[in-house]
């Protein structure tokens, strides 16, 4: 254990902080929605095509009753270059907090037109979830940035600023990035790193396994389409046969249509959720490195002090800062991470029902359009 000048021992495994109990308060889920101040949504996506490029800008509209705010309500237009400098910014002047993820900039495997109306739609969805995740935390939703991008007319006048808007707690806290070696991970957060790890590794597998069904759910929808008409084109030859036959090419038809709504809804709203938390989970393993660089620059700084010997009682104010730091990191990493827990319980349970729900219409429909035709197949009662 190390110990200050002043023969006063320190624990460096996990300080605590007195701010941690009124994080896990503030930061607590289940807000009534008519405590909420702040409202953002993201809609209305237009393309737009210039001489050099083509791209497609959202619809950012905020209505607030915070006082911080010069207006009640905002409409601005971003593009997704836009919402990155925004989590770049978060980043820097918040190194402390998770930043939610944003979806993946390039088009998504299986996606040949990031213009589509599916594509354009399925990234309206998530550029508008972030900002909700952002609105919703106690501390980002107040960070100047956050106000900037959705109140700014011009936020590339902004963007050119570079550094120079950094809040005070980002020019206050220096993070290390090399240099200092930490002794050992204290152990809840060595649980927490070990459990995103686990996590991100099942999410992938699940991801990649969804992704070869919905291919051949795909596939197989090729071959229905085909195999409907063949019957059709049957009956045309057979009057006899023309009636079951047309009835069952109807059949096939129907359980295309169901086919395609399901591999569309796994597609659109089943798998973006697994991105983001894959994205979420990395985003928590980059603020734990972090959380570790200030640790084990905190340990370098004590064992430095240590060996200096000095005889003034008084603690260097630089170990000082150096464990305020420390303490804010371990505070603030825990209490987004319990968040981040309560909301993937939520998204999890709300996914999974859903596509509960899905599955069981998907085959209630091909059931429904199989009975339809039984009557057709039967023998009839040869009339007198």
């Not at 971003?78 to 944003?102: A, C, G, M, V």
């Not at 019957?231 to 090419?249: D, K, R």
């Not at 038809?253 to 989970?281: H, K, Q, W």
Request: with cysteine.
């Amino acid at each position: 254990d190390l110990s200050l000048p002043n023969g006063t021992p320190v624990d460096t495994s996990s300080p605590a902080s007195s701010s941690s109990l009124l994080n896990r308060l503030q930061l607590d889920d289940d807000l009534d929605v008519e405590t909420r101040d702040l409202f953002v949504t993201v809609d209305d996506p237009k393309k737009h095509v210039c001489t050099m490029e083509t791209y497609i800008t959202y619809r950012v509209t905020t209505k607030t009753t915070r006082a911080e705010f010069d207006l009640p309500e905002y409409s601005v237009r971003r593009r997704y270059q836009d919402f990155d400098w925004l989590r770049n910014k978060l980043e820097e002047s918040q190194p402390t907090h998770l930043i939610p993820p944003l979806p993946e900039k390039f088009v998504v495997k299986g996606v040949v037109d990031r213009f589509s109306e599916e594509f354009v739609e399925t990234r309206r969805k998530a550029l508008d979830k972030f900002l909700k995740r952002i609105t919703d935390h106690p501390v980002l939703s107040f960070n100047e940035h956050f106000s900037i991008f959705l109140t700014a007319k011009d936020l590339n006048a902004y963007k050119k600023q570079g550094m120079a808007l950094l809040s005070k707690m980002g020019e206050s806290v220096k993070y290390v990035t090399g240099g200092y070696k930490l002794r050992s991970r204290p152990l809840e957060f060595a649980a927490i790193g070990d459990y995103l790890d686990t996590f991100s590794l099942k999410l992938g597998t699940i991801d990649r396994i969804a992704q070869r069904i919905i291919k051949e759910q795909l596939e197989y929808l090729v071959e229905l389409r085909e195999y409907g008409p063949v019957y059709s084109t049957w009956g045309g030859l057979e009057v006899e046969l023309s009636e079951p036959l047309e009835g069952v090419s109807a059949c096939i038809g129907n359980c295309c249509t169901a086919l395609e709504e399901l591999s569309e809804d796994m597609t659109e709203d089943f798998l973006p959720v697994l991105r983001e938390y894959i994205l979420y989970a990395e985003s928590m393993k980059n603020v734990l490195k972090k959380r570790d660089q200030v640790q084990a620059e905190y340990e370098a700084k004590l064992e430095a002090v240590a060996l200096k010997r000095e005889d003034r009682p008084k603690v260097p104010t630089d170990v000082e800062k150096c464990q305020d730091r420390v303490e804010c990191f371990n505070a603030d990493l825990k209490a987004d991470m319990e968040r981040w827990q309560n909301n993937k319980r939520q998204d999890f349970r709300q996914l999974l029902m859903g596509m509960a729900d899905k599955n069981i219409q998907y085959y209630e429909k091909c059931l429904t359009a199989w009975e339809s035709i039984i009557p057709l197949l039967q023998d009839k009662p040869e009339t007198k």
